[in-house]
């Protein structure tokens, strides 16, 4: 565990170290009259990485949802706690996108700063369906012509119907299912190949920004940083503690202490499967919730409940939208709302997971994958904050959940004491 945690971190400081090497030597060739080196012997590092994020997001995220939606079990023993688990982390990931968003527009995330160029991308922008047109989309008659075209919530929505059907046909469809997980697994292989060029990526594709626009392109980063933590902080602080006290009856004080040990080893590991013992034992021991619905509820929420990682997700898109001077709608706003809720189901377990599910965001409104550069840099920073979210979700799931089923078992005590 430990070891996976300093694995992630060594890759995040490589990852900010070509960050640092794309903005000096951007500096340079901009100073020195140099862009065209950039853009032509650079920038091409930067298209191959994007090309092969690309190239993951569909089999990726399609093999994912199958697997998690088609692994819940037999449906006749789900029953009501897998329906109400379901429905909480859906209905949390849904309002913390909403919050992400909101913020970040009224907090003008993207800080004024538009890149040049961009001419061609705005013109893309206007062309957007409308809402109306965009959930009746949502279902494709053709779905593998979605995956040919690349329409992400058709993709999702296919998905996760193929799965339900999978988990409705039990042992019928084993042999389809262990396909799909064999798929999935590889994916996840070929995602941490390509996360481990990420460095190399991000320095192809910043080194032409800072040549073109000069490193003030960098400074709207730490509102960025502020208002990700900002949105966070609110969702935890206040839907977490109104779910717990409005459904379970628990002192929200009461809540937020017992999930400061979890909390706080999310935020140091940045990983929801590595922090799960500890989740647990939080759960069972500082609020009292069976262990057959902490065995059940939390495994489950490492898997599909993404709060935080919708609130990046939000706030980035909406960063990346501003910065390249283009204008993300309200029905554009809306295809967010429903790409990362939905997507949430398929996030875990993949490193460089966070990056990923960016580029299929941007990719579902028209929103230019370059943007990803501009984050890249600081995504260690923001996946701290993200996984926490997560986590403490993953608890309130667990204590509202067992409320709902007649209530907690006796306290063993506070182990954050």
Known sequence: MAEKGKKKLSLSIKILIGLILGVVVGYILQTTGNEDIANNYIKPIGTLFLNLIKLIIVPLVFSSLIVGVGGLGDVTKIGRIGGKTFVYFLMTTCIAIIIGLVLANFGNVGGGFVLEGIEDLAYAAKEAPGFID?????????????????DMLQIIAFAIILGAGL???GDAA??????FNGLAEAMYKVTNGIMTLAPFGVFGLMTPVIATNGPEVLLPLLRLIVICYTASLIHMLVVYSLAVK??????????????????????????????????????EESFGVPKPIASFVLPLG???????????????AVFIAQVYGLELGLTAQLTIVLTAVLASIGTAGVPGAGMVMLAMVLESVGLPLEGIALVAGVERILDMMRTSVNVVGDLSAAVVVTKSEGGFVEVQGDISA
Not at 138 to 149: G, T
Not at 257 to 279: E, I, Y
Not at 302 to 316: E, K
Request: include cysteine.
């Open 134 to 150: 965009t959930l009746i989309n949502i279902i494709p008659s053709n779905p593998l012509q979605a995956m040919v075209n690349g």
């Open 174 to 179: 084993k042999p389809v299912f262990d396909v």
């Open 246 to 283: 409005g459904f379970a009856g628990m002192n929200p004080v009461t809540f937020i202490k017992g999930a400061f040990p979890a909390w706080a080893m999310a935020f140091t590991t940045s990983s929801s499967s590595g922090t799960l013992p500890l989740t647990m034992k939080c759960a």
């Open 302 to 316: 490492a898997t599909i409940n993404m709060d935080g990682t919708a609130i990046y997700q939000g706030v980035c």
């Open 167 to 169: 988990l409705v046909a």
